[in-house]
């Protein structure tokens, strides 16, 4: 087909390469039953993706039904979030809400996360897991909020991902300016709702980012008191960088719940099937 198009290309050596798995798998579907094997190969990998797209969505709804954000950096989860009969959606929305509040990139290991879940079932907790304090209570909630440590302070650019939570545009260059947590004193301005402990509130604030200048800060960033030449905006932090397409819905749920931009549209209709490319 490039030949046809005049198109050039390089050869990857890792295609010949038997340390890797893609060349093995070549190498032992070349044989007169390699086709069959393949059509069967191709068959199990469309049903595992249909498996694992609706598991995204079924975390999806779970996410919807049942979490909430009283306070930015803030997420309680009904308790029924623990106790339905879909546990292997409500782990993986469980692992998702986890990175999210944490900021990292990755999701957690899920054999440690399902040992957390089952904790939950049983009663109340307190832990920490993925950079998240999951604090279970018998009344209130299970409650999310990044834990105090190894938060950064960073000069201020103008544009950054601060701790993979929070995008923070400045209109003017900035100088001698940090983004740095705004400390438990950023909670004052904030009122409990209902049944939310005024503790927890506290703390998920102080890990919220302030503008400081020689050990002074200038204004909490972000709420109504975020200076007019700056915005902050939540991220979805595991999905920042890459997002399948079997995570959209849950992203999409994340993205809802913390009040973070739409997620863009996928730029592919079933990827290239029925494109100029698989014509040609």
């Keep these: 087909m490039l030949k046809r198009r005049g198109i050039g290309w390089t050869e990857d050596p890792t295609n010949v390469d038997r340390r890797f798995e893609r060349p093995r798998l070549r190498i032992s579907l070349a044989g007169r039953d390699g086709e069959a094997r393949f059509k069967e190969a191709i068959a199990k990998a469309g049903q595992a993706a249909a498996e694992r797209e609706n598991l995204g969505q079924r975390a999806a709804a779970l996410i919807g039904a049942f979490a909430s954000q009283p306070a930015p950096g803030l997420i309680r989860l009904d308790r029924d979030f623990a106790s339905g009969e879909d546990s292997e959606a409500a782990v993986y929305a469980f692992r998702i809400l986890l990175a999210a509040v944490g900021g990292v990139t990755f ?80 909670a004052k301005r904030f009122t409990p709702e209902g049944d939310v402990p005024a503790s927890l509130l506290r703390k998920a604030q102080a890990a919220e980012p302030a503008l400081w200048r020689g050990g002074e800060r200038l204004d909490l960033a972000g709420g109504d008191a975020a200076p007019p030449a700056m915005a902050i905006v939540p991220a979805v932090s595991p999905f920042t960088r890459f997002l399948p397409s079997f995570d959209l819905r849950p992203a999409a749920a994340v993205a809802a719940l913390i009040g973070a931009p739409p997620l863009p549209p996928s730029p592919f209709r079933g990827h290239d099937r029925g494109g100029a490319w698989a014509k040609a």
């Design 107 to 186: 999701l957690v290991d899920e054999a440690r996360c399902r040992a957390l879940f089952e904790h939950l079932r049983s009663g109340t907790l307190c832990a920490t897991l993925s950079r998240t304090v999951v604090d279970a209570r018998r009344t209130g909630g299970i409650f999310l909020h990044r834990e105090a440590r190894n938060l950064p302070a960073v000069p201020a650019a103008e544009q950054a991902l601060w701790d993979g939570r929070r995008r923070i545009t400045l209109s003017d260059r900035p100088s001698g300016l940090v983004i740095a947590p705004a400390g438990l004193g950023a």
